[in-house]
């Protein structure tokens, strides 16, 4: 599972915005307006829609890794410190430029985002580091993206100043600030004028699974019409409703769907910083219970790593059945995560019928397909040896062997106003289960990827975007199978790398989400590789891993394939959680990967470091 996020935590953190937010009485904002009519979305920008949310009570919450509230900061309060930053950045700044923030989970980094958003300045979440490790890692990283938004500047907490300098030390005209440094700035009553509904709303990097990460561009009218279409029509937000949220607050999941989408909808959402998350599952459940929260987010993992730590859960510490909708994103949907964490949290009052797998992407803004919330989950069974041969997901049958046979979740139908086609090789729409790429339309979609016009060219096929997924539709629902440059194609056999992952992860001694499978052509012919962390054993003890591992693989995907068994935390994760196959396969191309447990240079911890959900 994910390192714990040091710097993400917000206990103790107190700075510039924050000390104004957290003086009085330590309670959460309240769950309902009582003075103030709930009006979901219909906001033509992100500054309307918060003068609204600021006419009540309601807002956002902090909670540190004891479960304790740390700060809260009502949608009015925000809009108050936001106005009056956007006065000091719209006298320090030329409207237009774009200012990149360091999305730890405070306030401080809610009011500087809505602070560009009155400022007329375009805001580029940046990512938290994942540890002191990875520093070079995430300067580099960082250093990239503030290059890529040809930023004015880089904000971020005080701690992080050191590697901000040196992320920017070798970049022309970028100002480093700390929060409390930006709210230092000259206030020499300049009234800044506000993004308007045709205008840009923020720069979001996509998480660079299969490449370097590309700044999508949002733009108000793209935003607005995603969150009402969430809002309204995807989550169906009604009064009593309260959300809860881990996510990281730079990333699509996190940034739209709990920082803005509650906002719109004037609902009250708590957060706990993804590191403490990591640290302590439960106490997502133990906040959502103290708070009757209705609506939370997920990828798979989060579910899973939940229901591992089930065990520890103290008698009348959780109850989940306020919970309506428990959403599930950001990757593939598992539908063994999804059981394991109803079988754990049923006898707590979770309902299975609360989960809503979705699809979507940050190049959609957030979502482009919602179940209908209160049905039953969808697993179509389908007999991986038809599909790999014919391309068609092929109903399993009763005599179809369990390794052959694999459970996909159905995503739900399109939001109102978009659409999804399944098409071929050719560019034709393809009928039900057969499988092709995944394009998507609508008005939720990015106009393009910041400063990189033939990235976004190549998006593009007239009005329809090409999502770089495979899927399939199945009684009008989408199926979600893969990414298309992930695919291992041997001896002209379609192998899905999930197969081989999720079959080796079962193999006592492996660590989920510790597998990673691709392919390479080094002259030999193109070769099946698995990455396999592994714990401290001898030379016995690996030979005998390595047989079970070849065997799983041999009968999960019908071919031989290279087995390297790596230390814990060797692979590299993306930003929503999803594992980075492409720089693994670097990693091993550069020959950080060695079956030699006494090689120093073996198994080097990762090169780019990635934040993990």
């Known amino acids: 599972m994910p390192d714990a996020l040091e710097a993400d935590s917000n206990v103790g953190a107190v700075t510039g915005a924050q000390m104004a937010v957290t003086s009085g009485p330590a309670l959460p904002t309240p769950t309902l307006n009582e003075h103030l009519e709930q009006r979901v979305g219909g906001f033509d920008s992100l500054p309307e829609a918060l003068d609204?949310?600021?006419?009540?009570?309601?807002?956002?919450?902090?909670?540190?890794?004891?479960?304790?509230?740390?700060?809260?900061?009502?949608?009015?309060?925000?809009?108050?410190?936001?106005?009056?930053?956007?006065?000091?950045?719209?006298?320090?700044?030329?409207r237009g430029d774009r200012i990149t923030?360091?999305?730890?989970?405070?306030?401080?980094?809610?009011?500087?985002?809505?602070?560009?958003?009155?400022?007329?300045?375009?805001?580029?979440?940046?990512?938290?580091?994942?540890?002191?490790?990875?520093?070079?890692?995430?300067?580099?990283?960082?250093?990239?993206?503030?290059?890529?938004?040809?930023?004015?500047?880089v904000v971020g907490p005080q701690s992080l100043a050191e590697f901000l300098n040196e992320a920017a030390a070798e970049i022309s005209d970028v100002e480093v600030f700390d929060f409390e440094s930006l709210a230092g700035l000259p206030d020499k009553g300049v009234e800044p004028r506000a993004f308007s509904a045709d205008e840009n709303c923020y720069i979001q990097y996509s998480s660079?699974?299969?490449?370097?990460?590309?700044?999508?561009?949002?733009?108000?009218?793209?935003?607005?019409?995603?969150?009402?279409?969430?809002?309204?029509h995807g989550m169906n937000i009604q009064p009593g409703d309260r959300a809860a949220s881990w996510l990281p607050l730079y990333h699509d999941m996190g940034l739209i769907g709990f920082i803005l989408a509650p906002m719109v909808g004037q609902v009250s959402v708590d957060f706990l910083a993804t590191s403490d998350f990591v640290r302590r599952p439960l106490l997502w459940l133990r906040i959502m219970t103290e708070q009757k929260s209705?609506?939370?987010?997920?990828?798979?993992?989060?579910?899973?790593?939940?229901?591992?730590?089930?065990?520890?859960?103290?008698?009348?510490?959780?109850?989940?059945?306020?919970?309506?909708?428990?959403?599930?994103?950001?990757?593939?949907?598992?539908?063994?995560?999804?059981?394991?964490?109803?079988?754990?949290?049923?006898?707590?009052?979770?309902?299975?019928?609360?989960?809503?797998p979705s699809y979507g992407m940050a190049e959609a803004t957030l979502a482009i397909s919602f179940p209908e919330l209160g049905a039953p989950v969808i697993v179509d069974e389908v007999d991986m040896?038809?599909?790999?041969?014919?391309?068609?997901?092929?109903?399993?049958?009763?005599?179809?062997?369990?390794?052959?046979?694999r459970g996909f979740v159905l995503c739900g139908r399109p939001l109102p106003g978009h659409e999804i086609e399944v098409r071929d090789d050719d560019g034709?729409?393809?009928?039900?289960?057969?499988?092709?790429?995944?394009?998507i339309k609508g008005p939720s979609l990015t106009p393009g990827y910041f400063?990189?016009?033939?990235?976004?060219?190549?998006?593009?096929?007239?009005?329809?975007?090409?999502?770089?997924?495979?899927?399939?539709?199945?009684?009008?629902?989408?199926?979600?199978?893969?990414?298309?440059?992930?695919?291992?194609?041997?001896?002209?056999?379609?192998?899905?790398?999930?197969?081989?992952?999720?079959?080796?992860?079962?193999?006592?001694?492996?660590?989920?989400?510790g597998v990673a499978a691709f392919s390479v052509d080094d002259g030999r012919g193109e070769r099946i590789i698995v990455i396999t962390e592994r714990r401290g054993m001898g030379d016995e003890a690996r030979a005998a891993l390595k047989r079970e591992i070849a065997t799983v693989i041999q009968n999960a995907a019908g071919a031989p394939a290279e087995i390297v068994l790596a230390r814990p935390h060797s692979m590299v994760m993306t930003s929503s959680g999803k594992l980075s196959r492409a720089k693994v396969k670097q990693k091993y191309l550069d020959g950080a990967f060695s079956d030699d447990p006494t090689d120093p240079a073996a198994n080097k911890p990762r090169a780019i470091a990635e934040v993990r959900v």
């Open 428 to 439: 034709a729409a393809v009928e039900e289960r057969v499988v092709g790429r995944v394009f």
């Open 385 to 405: 040896r038809h599909y790999t041969r014919s391309g068609i997901a092929q109903p399993a049958s009763a005599v179809t062997s369990a390794e052959h046979k």
């Open 294 to 356: 209705t609506v939370t987010y997920s990828p798979s993992f989060g579910y899973d790593l939940a229901a591992k730590r089930s065990a520890r859960a103290e008698p009348g510490s959780i109850d989940l059945s306020a919970l309506r909708v428990a959403g599930i994103g950001g990757d593939m949907v598992r539908p063994e995560a999804l059981d394991a964490f109803s079988t754990a949290f049923a006898p707590y009052g979770f309902s299975h019928e609360a989960f809503a």
């Open 208 to 232: 660079g699974s299969t490449s370097a990460p590309k700044g999508v561009i949002g733009t108000q009218q793209s935003v607005s019409s995603n969150l009402t279409a969430i809002s309204r």
């Open 52 to 94: 609204y949310a600021a006419k009540g009570k309601t807002g956002y919450n902090f909670f540190n890794l004891r479960g304790e509230l740390s700060s809260q900061l009502s949608y009015s309060e925000c809009r108050t410190h936001a106005r009056a930053l956007a006065s000091r950045l719209a006298a320090h700044f030329e």
């Open 451 to 513: 400063s990189d016009p033939e990235a976004s060219a190549a998006m593009y096929c007239g009005d329809w975007l090409n999502t770089g997924d495979m899927g399939y539709f199945l009684d009008g629902q989408i199926v979600i199978t893969g990414r298309a440059k992930d695919l291992i194609i041997i001896n002209g056999r379609n192998i899905w790398p999930q197969d081989i992952e999720w079959a080796v992860e079962k193999v006592e001694g492996v660590r989920s989400g």
């Open 101 to 153: 923030i360091v999305a730890e989970t405070s306030p401080d980094f809610l009011v500087t985002f809505y602070a560009c958003q009155y400022a007329g300045l375009t805001p580029a979440p940046l990512p938290m580091p994942v540890n002191l490790g990875g520093k070079d890692g995430y300067i580099n990283q960082i250093r990239q993206m503030i290059t890529g938004a040809r930023a004015a500047a």
